[in-house]
């Protein structure tokens, strides 16, 4: 396997072509500032952290409803448009 070096105009394009590792991108970079400024404001406790995690939990409980809920939406949508070109097809 032959690695080639990337232009950074082409690392970007990369990147802005795959929205879900655009949206890990951000993800992490706030997940980082934030953290990072609570840490040095609230300081090291073992009590925030536990917070974290129960919000980290809530926040994929969250996002796998919500994921269901847009999965449920494309599947009515591809319904609807494949009996649309079906009734454009016999007409």
């Not at 073992?46 to 980290?56: D, H």
Request: glycine share 8%; hydrophobic share 55%.
């Amino acid at each position: 396997m032959v690695m080639t070096k990337k232009s950074l105009k082409e690392v970007i394009e990369e990147i802005g072509s795959n929205p879900v590792l655009a949206a890990l991108i951000v993800f992490g970079v706030f997940f980082i500032i934030i953290l990072g400024f609570s840490i040095f404001k609230y300081g090291y406790n073992e009590e925030f952290f536990k917070n974290i995690v129960v919000e980290a939990h809530g926040m994929l409980f969250d996002i796998f409803i919500i994921g269901v809920f847009i999965f449920a939406l494309h599947k009515i949508g591809e319904k609807r448009l494949k009996r649309e070109l079906k009734i454009e097809r016999y007409q």
